[in-house]
């Protein structure tokens, strides 16, 4: 009999001392919330909020030619990244359907770090292995060597900075640089999926505890709080982030869902699922069958995944991708895709089917939600 018991992440007692609500989130016990997922959501927006994402998959390709069989098993030129930058990328198959988003950070000439979602590391690792071929270089299953806590929101700068002497100030966003965090190792990250500025700290399991407390006891003045996947999901909402699964699958390539500027057709050697991507680019230039928009109901009902987006007469025009109350907007709102013809901000006559009921929503411009630099 197959065990499906969930893997627990380095925090797991943490977590269960705070009273956490836990879920299985792709094979991992994980936070849902700690109490309101709408308190929680504020603190980000409004102070800082503390995250175990430990589920993601860390995978390291190092060797002479790492980047170039990067550059051959993703979309992107991460050849040309510069050490202790990072980069948003994806990684598709040959009909140029996406497999998985990414974040590659370079941490030496020959060393990436690749963080894939969890559900879909195995997936990512079994690609980077099959496309390897004579490429120089080796991809290493680095799952187990990590975990990984984000501090996000406007007070996260101020409250990281009391326990560390690395230059936040001078690192950049999507830049990481190694350093000690409250005397720990950690390779300190200026990412994230909240909108809000942050960092992201990758470091021993063995080290993620006390990290945790220290990161709880210097933020507790200005209001940090820790902070579930529930609240997670509905602050990349807000920012117009995707989820794969979502708004990206198999099914979608990275021109359907708006993200084509992360595909480099020019690269020198080709890559996997170019020439499908080359058609997909082609096709958009000449108007993408349907397109990624904000939805914002003029109701309370929540739009949520699934959910046909109709018009006025009632014929389907697209479906709802994902949905959820906004506590920033206090109204609910969901990305879709939707034919062209209802994709410009302020269409009229566009509604969700929720329930049987057609429920207007008003069509808007990504992101929801924006924060103030």
């Known amino acids: 009999m197959t065990d499906v018991t969930p893997r627990t992440t380095a925090l797991d007692a943490v977590h269960r001392a705070l009273g956490a609500t836990l879920t299985d989130f792709a094979g991992w016990s994980m936070p ?73 950070y370079r941490l030496a000439d020959a060393e990436y770090l690749l963080v894939a979602n969890a559900a879909n590391a195995q997936t990512v690792l079994d690609a980077l292995g099959a496309r390897r071929g004579a490429f120089d270089a080796e991809v290493r299953d680095d799952r187990a060597a990590y975990a990984l806590i984000a501090v996000q929101g406007p007070a996260a700068s101020g409250i990281l900075g009391r326990l560390t002497d690395a230059d936040l100030a001078g690192l950049k966003y999507y830049a990481g640089l190694p350093g000690t965090v409250a005397g720990r190792h950690a390779l300190i990250a200026r990412t994230g999926y909240t909108g809000e500025d942050g960092f992201e700290l990758f470091c021993a399991p063995a080290d993620a505890e006390p990290l945790w407390q220290a990161l709880t006891e210097v933020g507790r003045p200005d209001g940090l709080v820790p902070c579930g996947l529930a609240c997670r999901d509905t602050l990349r909402l807000e920012a117009g982030m995707p989820l794969y699964g979502h708004e990206l699958s198999t099914a979608t390539t990275p021109f359907d869902a708006g993200l084509g500027r992360v595909v480099k057709l020019d690269k020198p050697g080709g890559f996997v699922g170019r020439e499908a991507l080359a058609a997909a680019a082609e096709r958009a230039a000449a108007g993408p069958p349907r397109a990624l928009v904000g939805l914002v109901a003029r109701g309370r009902r929540v739009p949520r995944a699934g959910y046909a987006v109709v018009n006025a007469a009632g014929a389907p025009v697209g479906e709802v991708t994902s949905g959820a109350p906004s506590p920033t907007l206090e109204r609910p709102i969901a990305m879709a895709y939707v034919d062209p013809e209802f994709a410009a901000p302020g269409t009229e006559g566009v509604c969700v089917d929720i329930r049987g009921s057609r429920e207007p929503h008003d069509v808007v411009a990504l992101p929801f939600y924006r924060r103030q630099k």
């Open 32 to 104: 849902l919330r700690y109490g309101s997922e709408r308190a929680e959501h504020q603190a980000v927006r409004s102070a800082a909020g503390l995250f175990d994402l430990s589920h993601m998959g860390e995978l390291t390709v190092t060797g002479p030619q790492a980047g170039a069989l990067l550059d051959h098993a993703l979309v992107g030129r991460l050849s040309g990244l510069a050490v202790g930058r990072a980069r948003y990328t994806m990684i598709c198959d040959a009909a140029g359907g996406i497999l998985d988003d990414l974040i590659v």
